[in-house]
């Protein structure tokens, strides 16, 4: 993919940088890893081990799965994507060794605290969104057509995942919703040892939380934000809670289909409702469904985290979102 093809697509979440060439700090980054990107891959295949397993967090925008990512970097053995490794898209495995030898430390993870999908520190897991834009293409939207699947490149994204597990001697778990939801069939033909967790939250939660996520980012309830489905440009006439009820309900379908389509094991599901209240029991299920070994087993054990699904009744748009979803019950 060329740089103004890749720009275009990986500045497309923000409106204030999408009309502007990009910035000297970008270009000057696309560059250095193109230049490297031939040692990277080397590196990567080199150290690649397919046996160990590949751990993907799917489940739309604000269901939990930030902090689910956070929580199986710090209690579980795996390693990850940290926000230092964020501009070396193109060599991750190469540039994790350069700085961390093989493994991003746990002492570095940060507190809990979120900005809607993003982590603070440089140890915490970052989502890795040029990577998986360059290695997936440009799509229309986040649910690629069949040719778009067909013209991406899975033997370039499965090395580099590989290349993070062999040289980490561990799993490495991932999260990105734009790029996973929708390709979950795919990925498990490219990453054999693949393991999906689905994160469930309440329904009504997650519409009103994108609504807020999309008043606070664009400072206009009626713009897109986060996961696109196919469909999603025909909805632009709908009211906006319309909208949010039809990209959850359409990415929920996508791991619907997905569940019942791929091997028995492959798809773990969780709530978020149930990590909140219980994260000790949460993760070791989750490690078990998996295969993963738990670290840190006593702080795990003392950790308490608050549930925060706020009281609805009394939001002013909580009957429209109540209706969008057909009166469904929470």
Same mark, same amino acid.
């Given at each position: 993919?060329?740089?103004?093809?890749?720009? &275009?697509?990986?500045?497309?979440?923000?409106?204030?940088?999408?009309?502007?060439?990009?910035?000297?700090?970008?270009?000057? /980054?696309? @560059? &250095?890893? &193109?230049?490297?990107?031939?040692?990277?891959?080397?590196?990567?295949?080199?150290?690649?081990?397919?046996?160990?397993?590949?751990?993907?967090?799917?489940?739309?925008?604000?269901?939990?799965?930030?902090?689910?990512?956070?929580?199986?970097?710090?209690? !579980?053995?795996? *390693?990850?994507?940290?926000?230092?490794? $964020?501009?070396?898209?193109?060599?991750?495995?190469? $540039?994790?060794? %350069?700085?961390?030898?093989?493994?991003?430390?746990?002492?570095?993870?940060?507190? @809990?605290?979120?900005?809607?999908? /993003? *982590?603070?520190?440089?140890?915490?897991?970052?989502?890795?969104?040029?990577?998986?834009?360059?290695?997936?293409?440009?799509?229309?939207?986040?649910?690629?057509?069949?040719?778009?699947?067909?013209?991406?490149?899975?033997?370039?994204?499965? &090395?580099?995942?590989?290349?993070?597990?062999?040289?980490?001697? =561990?799993?490495?778990?991932?999260?990105?919703?734009?790029?996973?939801?929708?390709?979950?069939?795919?990925?498990?033909?490219?990453?054999?040892?693949? %393991?999906?967790?689905?994160?469930? =939250?309440?329904?009504?939660?997650?519409?009103?939380?994108?609504? =807020?996520?999309?008043?606070?980012?664009?400072?206009?309830?009626?713009?897109?934000?986060?996961?696109?489905? $196919?469909?999603?440009?025909?909805?632009?006439?709908?009211?906006?809670?319309?909208?949010?009820? =039809?990209?959850?309900?359409?990415?929920?379908?996508?791991?619907?289909?997905?569940?019942?389509? @791929?091997?028995?094991?492959?798809?773990?599901?969780?709530?978020?409702?149930?990590?909140?209240?219980?994260?000790?029991?949460?993760?070791?299920?989750?490690?078990?469904?998996?295969? !993963?070994?738990?670290?840190?087993?006593?702080?795990?054990?003392?950790?308490? @985290?608050?549930?925060?699904?706020?009281?609805?009744?009394?939001?002013?748009?909580?009957?429209?979102?109540?209706?969008?979803?057909?009166? /469904?019950?929470?």
């Amino acid at each position: 993919m060329n740089a103004v093809r890749f720009f &275009r697509k990986v500045y497309e979440g923000d409106l204030s940088r999408l009309a502007m060439p990009p910035g000297r700090r970008d270009l000057a /980054r696309y @560059l &250095r890893n &193109r230049a490297l990107q031939p040692i990277g891959a080397r590196f990567a295949r080199q150290h690649a081990d397919p046996h160990q397993p590949v751990v993907l967090i799917v489940g739309p925008p604000r269901s939990g799965s930030t902090l689910l990512h956070t929580l199986v970097a710090r209690y !579980l053995d795996v *390693t990850w994507v940290p926000n230092a490794l $964020a501009s070396w898209w193109m060599s991750p495995a190469w $540039a994790m060794s %350069r700085r961390y030898g093989r493994c991003p430390s746990v002492d570095g993870l940060d507190e @809990l605290v979120f900005d809607r999908g /993003r *982590t603070r520190g440089p140890n915490s897991p970052h989502e890795f969104g040029w990577f998986w834009r360059l290695y997936l293409g440009a799509p229309a939207t986040d649910e690629m057509t069949p040719e778009e699947i067909a013209r991406a490149d899975w033997v370039g994204l499965a &090395r580099e995942i590989h290349g993070l597990a062999g040289l980490a001697g =561990r799993p490495v778990v991932l999260k990105n919703p734009n790029a996973v939801d929708f390709q979950t069939r795919p990925l498990a033909e490219h990453l054999p040892s693949v %393991r999906f967790v689905r994160v469930r =939250r309440s329904l009504p939660h997650v519409v009103h939380s994108i609504l =807020r996520a999309r008043r606070e980012v664009h400072g206009d309830v009626s713009r897109w934000w986060s996961v696109v489905p $196919a469909n999603a440009a025909s909805w632009s006439v709908l009211d906006p809670v319309e909208q949010v009820v =039809r990209q959850v309900r359409a990415i929920e379908a996508a791991l619907d289909a997905a569940e019942a389509a @791929l091997p028995p094991g492959t798809l773990y599901t969780m709530t978020y409702e149930d990590l909140a209240a219980d994260p000790d029991r949460a993760l070791r299920d989750l490690a078990s469904a998996a295969g !993963l070994a738990v670290r840190g087993g006593a702080d795990l054990a003392a950790l308490r @985290l608050e549930i925060r699904n706020a009281d609805l009744d009394d939001h002013p748009d909580h009957a429209r979102v109540q209706r969008a979803l057909g009166g /469904r019950p929470a």
